[in-house]
């Protein structure tokens, strides 16, 4: 979403309009499912712009800023902060009018999705999770999971439409002009409303079509979990060649249906198994310390160079740690929101891990982090260090001549691999010759730091 071009006032005009009335069982999901991951803000905004149309005829109203902000009771800031939320959630489109005209802003308010559309989005329902918890996560899915009814000794008597009605033949065969002209204005708005198809821009989806289309797999079902396979290229660098084998890895072979579970399941595990390339190098060690922009010029080739979960393993490997299945759901619900690139998401794993000194990445952390450079524009990774060094800079001023030693900085903590004279092999898995070598170099280093031979 493009921001507007000024900055949202009280005084500002907006038309919030919808297409249809709230219906009442998305109501219910609205104030089930999608109230825990908005917070208060947000959904009493949607509650209120619902409300507000629902006055009208034409589900059509005009206020001000200043209207809302009286019936929410909230600052500028935090509705902001709230139609943002919205937004992200698929709840609300905004839209800019022409230039002098009123309304300025133009509010389009959107069903929330069925429960079990919501339950089968990856993002949602795993934001739900991460919010709600587990217990609380099962008893909504209970809630809404459609009761399954023993028919196994009913024996069915019902009556089929032509059993009852009466239709010509013919019309049925060839509908009149009006049944068609009627049905292509419904397709028509259907298609209007429909989200736009996720894409990654170095990533063919029509590729990887053709390279399915001589396998037995169900195009058509493929199309569904569109957004699922972007998102595992965002994090893992998947081409389209090792996306297809996965996805028929993955595939049910009395139904050719693509199961979702079992492939996210096959590319973490294959993700897991291998060992992206680490070389130490004596240079690394033995060298004189580079400057703190050729550490910071090393870190940000090294960000460009990795995806994040590559990236993520790099730095467990230097820590003697791995990475746990926590940590991996944050990543990948950062990347799959597509804010920022997979650099930009790098240095942001290195910054809670390695700058901050965290021993695990946690989710408020994160999103602390995250919003922040979002707030900063954050678009590249020379951004992200950027917010950094600004962040510290404030953090600092009421400290000037105290404890300035304890302040972190890049140059402190680069891991190996980081530095600027590493050089990286292709990303292909380590043999067992390459993975004893490369622990032998790693007992000669601790044996380095620890004052040996």
């Known amino acids: 979403m493009v921001e507007p071009k000024q900055p949202l006032m009280p005084k500002t005009t907006v038309a919030i309009v919808a297409t249809t009335r709230l219906q009442d069982e998305r109501r219910r999901v609205l104030d089930l499912l999608y109230q825990p991951i908005l917070g208060v803000s947000a959904y009493s905004l949607a509650t209120v712009m619902w ?13 001000t800023h200043t209207d809302l902000l009286a019936l929410l009771n909230i600052s500028m800031t935090a509705l902001e902060s709230a139609r943002q939320r919205l937004e992200a959630a698929s709840l609300l489109r905004t839209y800019e009018n022409q230039p002098d005209r009123m309304p300025e802003l133009i509010y389009e308010l959107q069903q929330p999705v069925s429960g079990e559309m ?5 993002l949602l329902s795993l934001l739900l999770l991460e919010v709600v918890g587990e217990r609380q996560f099962e008893r909504l ?8 009814l023993k028919r196994d000794k009913w024996h069915e008597i019902s009556k089929s439409f032509l059993d009852v009605f009466s239709l010509d033949n013919r019309l049925i065969a060839t509908p009149p002009k009006l049944i068609e002209t009627t049905k292509a204005a419904f397709d028509q708005g259907q298609t209007s409303v429909e989200p736009e198809q996720p894409t990654a821009p170095d990533f063919d989806f029509g590729l990887l079509s053709e390279l399915l289309k001589r396998s037995y797999i169900d195009l058509t079902d493929l199309q569904q979990y569109r957004q699922l396979i972007i998102n595992e290229h965002l994090l893992y660098g998947i081409d389209e060649t090792e996306m297809a084998r996965y996805i028929g890895d993955a595939t049910n072979l009395a139904t050719n249906k693509l199961d979702a579970t079992q492939f996210k399941r096959t590319v973490a595990a294959a993700y897991q198994s291998e060992t992206t390339p680490v070389v130490a190098s004596q240079k690394a060690v033995t060298a004189k310390k580079a400057s703190e922009s050729q550490e910071e010029t090393a870190l940000i080739a ?24 926590g940590e991996q759901r944050i990543v990948e619900q950062i990347a799959s929101k597509q804010i920022f690139s997979s650099p930009v998401i790098n240095i942001l794993i290195y910054e809670v891990l390695i700058d901050l000194n965290n021993p695990t990445i946690t989710q408020r952390l994160t999103d602390t982090v995250a919003n922040r450079w979002a707030q900063d524009g954050v678009k590249t990774p020379e951004d992200a260090l950027a917010s950094i060094r600004k962040f510290k800079a404030e953090r600092a001023k009421p400290k000037v001549g105290r404890r300035r ?7 402190e903590t680069l891991p190996d691999w980081a530095k600027n004279d590493y050089q990286p092999t292709t990303k292909k898995p380590l043999t067992q010759s390459d993975k004893e070598q490369f622990n032998a170099q790693l007992n000669k280093l601790k044996k380095l730091r620890n004052g040996g031979d």
Do not use: H, W
């Open 118 to 122: 919501f339950f089968k989005d990856d």
């Open 51 to 63: 409300r507000q149309v629902a006055l009208t005829a034409d589900l059509k109203v005009e206020v």
């Open 405 to 411: 030693n304890n302040q972190k900085n890049i140059k």
């Open 141 to 148: 899915r209970q809630a809404f999971l459609p009761r399954q």
């Open 302 to 325: 090294a960000a460009k160079q990795y995806e994040p979960m590559a990236f993520l393993a790099q730095i467990r490997q230097q820590q003697g740690g791995y990475v746990a299945s």
